[in-house]
């Protein structure tokens, strides 16, 4: 018999709360050899206790289980976000957890706000340097309160960092197809290194060095001002897009967008052979929380993601397909056009996948 994959579940905060609860109910009806264990670090137990991050958590996360599943963080009674900084950032840089991988997918085309675009056009995959960039929080302020005050904010570019991430998109453009079961083609590239010179350099020679390693894979660069007017003008274009932490944030709420909404959108935050977490791009939706209005795909899809990672391909696409059915059937929250609550389409997709 396999062996149970042992999952920590995060909740996190306000929509975090009511979305993971769905996906852990979806993973249990697929029946997946997995054990769960949740912890409540989050804002409720900052409040309550001061603590953050527990006295040797991320070495037990990292001892003691294979994956580890996220809500959110983020709560409008701690204004510092300090919590979120030191849990989410916290396990990305403590658990070395390199690459964010963002898929792009649109599963319906009265999901996505652009005209005439079709679920074969939007198939792409950003991939995001998690662990260094601007934010290392690296800077400090002078004369901070007076009219001369200077707030410096370092990018911090290592060579290994950058190569890393590269390498892992190059790699992951040979091992994975579309959706439609085609090769993966291209990796872009994005970045600004027209303004931003010495990061950018690092980045452009960096990139031409390992994509001659891969020269069935057709490297292309764009700059990140010009990317973000491509990614509404015409999305399929792209296919595997890397790039720096703090550009890799903000393109996948827009390439969100495509898939329709945050909501949609899953994603794994991974170092290869480490215990690597997995979360909905999406954050803790202070205005939302607590009504049952929150779409839980993305957390759903981010559950499918982590069963692949860890070889459990047939669940995962079992899932999958009850999210596609369920997104036809518009057995989906209000954001995305349909009528049902949170738990509602939680509890719709779990009875798919169990077959029921
Ligand atoms: P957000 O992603 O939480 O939400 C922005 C808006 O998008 C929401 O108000 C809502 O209208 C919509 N939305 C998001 N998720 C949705 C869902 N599942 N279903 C339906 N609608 C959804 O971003 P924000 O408002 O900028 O941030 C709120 C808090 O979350 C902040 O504290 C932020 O730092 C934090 N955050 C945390 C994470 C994380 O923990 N991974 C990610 C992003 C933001
Ligand atoms: C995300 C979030 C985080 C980020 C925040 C909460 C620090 O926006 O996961 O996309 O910027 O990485
Ligand atoms: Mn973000």
Redesign the pocket.
Known sequence: MTQAKKFAVLP?DG?GRE?IPQAVKVLAASGAPVETTELDWGANRYLADGTTVPADGFSMLAREFDAILVG???DPRVPT?IH?KEI?LGMRFRLDLYANVRPVRLLDASLCPLKGVEPKDVDFVVIRENTEGVYVDAGGVFKQGTEDEVAVQEDINTRKGVERVIRYAFDYCQKHTKLDGSRRAKVLMCDKSNAMSYAGGLWQRVYKEISGEYPQTKAEHMYVDALCMQMVRDPRQFDVIVTNNMFGDIMTDLAAGLQG???MAASGNIHPGRTSMF?PV???????AGKNV??PM?AILTVAMMLNHLGLAEEAAKIEAAVLEAVRQKKT?Q?VGGALGTKEVGEWVAQRVAGK
């Open positions: 996190g929509i979305v959110a963080f983020g976000n979120a989410l909404g945050l909501g979360e999406h954050g803790s939706a202070p205005p939302i929150a779409n993305g929250t954001d």
